[in-house]
């Protein structure tokens, strides 16, 4: 197998490398699968025309040992576009959790993006309907929002306190005018 792709050609095979140490990935569920063709499809639309551009299940080198392929990028540096991959640090990256991923998501996965100065970092629970944003100010992971999408009738039941602290945007911080609902990153979503 060769570590220098995340992606094994000959045997279509999917793999990360993180720290030097090789992982397989499992197959996505269908909601990760919506959930990452929602978010694709917001961002495709919004950075049409514009300098910045979304890229799906792409591979991206950080460095000779690590080697990841989040659910959704956004590249502003055309430099590090490769024919294959993504070599260099995204501007932003999105992460969609799953039952076997959400803990290399929420901690080394977390740490390398910031370590390698990922503008900004979304971790995304399907199974909570939520979207964390990390922002990196000084050189560290900061959370500047944390989103929730609820039903019509879910909140409805909330109180005033819990109205008033609901989040159902998010403002991307690389534009100034992109806003994404989180209701349409949850659209169809079961």
């Not at 720290?19 to 699968?33: K, L």
């Amino acid at each position: 197998m060769n570590t220098a792709i995340a992606y094994d050609y000959k045997d279509e095979r999917t793999y990360e490398i993180i720290s030097g140490e090789v992982r397989m990935m499992a197959a996505p569920s269908i909601n990760h699968i919506r959930i990452n063709g929602n978010i694709h499809n917001i961002f495709s639309n919004y950075l049409d025309g514009k300098k910045c551009e979304p890229f799906n299940q792409s591979g991206i080198h950080l460095s000779e040992e690590d080697h990841f392929i989040p659910d959704e990028v956004i590249v502003c540096n055309p430099d590090i576009i490769e024919e294959n991959f993504i070599n260099g640090v995204p501007d932003l990256v999105v992460e969609i959790l799953s039952k076997s991923t959400k803990n290399v998501d929420r901690d080394e996965k977390f740490r390398k993006y910031e370590q390698y100065g990922v503008k900004e970092y979304w971790i995304v629970d399907p199974f909570m309907k939520c979207v964390e944003v990390y922002q990196l100010i000084e050189g560290k992971f900061v959370k500047t929002c944390d989103a929730q999408y609820y039903t019509e009738v879910e909140y409805k039941l909330l109180n005033d306190k819990e109205r008033a602290a609901a989040v159902s945007e998010i403002k991307v911080s690389l534009y100034d005018d992109f806003i994404v609902r989180v209701e349409d990153i949850f659209k169809r979503v079961k």
